[in-house]
T-cell receptor
Framework: DGGITQSPKYLFRKEGQNVTLSCEQN?????MYWYRQDPGQGLRLIYY???????QKGDIAEGYSVSREKKESFPLTVTSAQKNPTAFYLC????????????FGEGSRLTVL | DQQVKQNSPSLSVQEGRISILNCDYT??????FLWYKKYPAEGPTFLIS?????DKNEDGRFTVFLNKSAKHLSLHIVPSQPGDSAVYFC???????????????FGKGTKLSVIP
C-alpha cells in the first residue's frame, strides 16, 4: 500500500545531541513537508521541498536541517541549536502542481531529556 | 501574525446533534481551504476541502461553508458521533503559488468531544 512512513515513532535523546527523523513515501509525490505540533500551537511548518535537491525554510526553520537527495526521502535533523526540540513531528507529501491536500505520516514524538 | 484562526480551543456536543467548528482567516489571497481531523499521537487525515469559487461543499455527514466576504469558514458535522471526537484543524492555501512555494497554513485546532 502507498503511504508515508515516519521513523522512529518515539525517540528520546539527551540535550545537546543531534537527532535525525526519517520520512519515506512511496506515493510518487514531488513535494514533501515537515511540520511540528506543540500543544495549543497547531501545526507549524519547518521545511518543505518541491523537488529533489531543493528545499525552502518554513516559519520555524531555526535549529533544523533537511536534505532531499531522493524523491522518496526527506529526513529532518533536529540539531543542538534547536532550543526547544521536544515536540511531535509530522512529515507530509503532495503531488506537485495544483492545490490539494497534504498526506501525512503517523508522526514522530521526540523527547529531549 | 496568525493568518488562520480557530478561536474555540474546544467544543462539546451531544451524540446525534450538530457540531459546528469555525475558522477565520486574514489573508484575502487564500483561495483553497481544507479541514483535517487528528487523533492523539497520529498524523492528521484529510476530511474535506473547498475552493473559493464555491460557498459550500458536502461529503456525507460533513459540510464546509465558506463566506469570503467575512473571511470565515465552518465545518458542520451532522449527526455527530462519538468517533468524531478528535482535534480538527482548518488550513488555507493559495491555489496557485508558483513553482516551489505551495504550502498550507494551519489554525491551532479545535478539540471536539462528542458525548454519548
Amino acid at each position: 500500500d502507498g503511504g508515508i512512513t515516519q521513523s522512529p515513532k518515539y525517540l528520546f535523546r539527551k540535550e545537546g545531541q543531534n537527532v535525525t527523523l526519517s520520512c519515506e513515501q512511496n506515493l510518487n509525490h514531488d513535494a514533501m513537508y515537515w511540520y511540528r505540533q506543540d500543544p495549543g500551537q497547531g501545526l507549524r511548518l519547518i521545511y518543505y521541498s518541491q523537488i529533489v535537491n531543493d528545499f525552502q525554510k518554513g516559519d520555524i526553520a531555526e535549529g533544523y536541517s533537511v536534505s532531499r537527495e531522493k524523491k522518496e526521502s526527506f529526513p529532518l535533523t533536529v540539531t543542538s541549536a534547536q532550543k526547544n526540540p521536544t515536540a511531535f513531528y509530522l512529515c507530509a507529501s503532495k503531488l506537485q502542481g495544483e492545490a490539494g491536500e497534504l498526506f501525512f505520516g503517523e508522526g514522530s514524538r521526540l523527547t529531549v531529556l | 501574525d496568525q493568518q488562520v484562526k480557530q478561536n474555540s480551543p474546544s467544543l462539546s456536543v451531544q451524540e446525534g446533534r450538530i457540531s459546528i467548528l469555525n475558522c477565520d482567516y486574514t489573508n484575502s489571497m487564500f483561495d483553497y481551504f481544507l479541514w483535517y481531523k487528528k487523533y492523539p499521537a497520529e498524523g492528521p487525515t484529510f476530511l474535506i476541502s473547498i475552493s473559493s469559487i464555491k460557498d459550500k461543499n458536502e461529503d456525507g455527514r460533513f459540510t464546509v461553508f465558506l463566506n469570503k466576504s467575512a473571511k470565515h469558514l465552518s465545518l458542520h458535522i451532522v449527526p455527530s458521533q462519538p468517533g468524531d471526537s478528535a482535534v480538527y484543524f482548518c488550513a488555507a492555501s493559495f491555489s496557485f503559488s508558483g513553482a516551489g512555494s505551495y504550502q498550507l497554513t494551519f489554525g491551532k485546532g479545535t478539540k471536539l468531544s462528542v458525548i454519548p
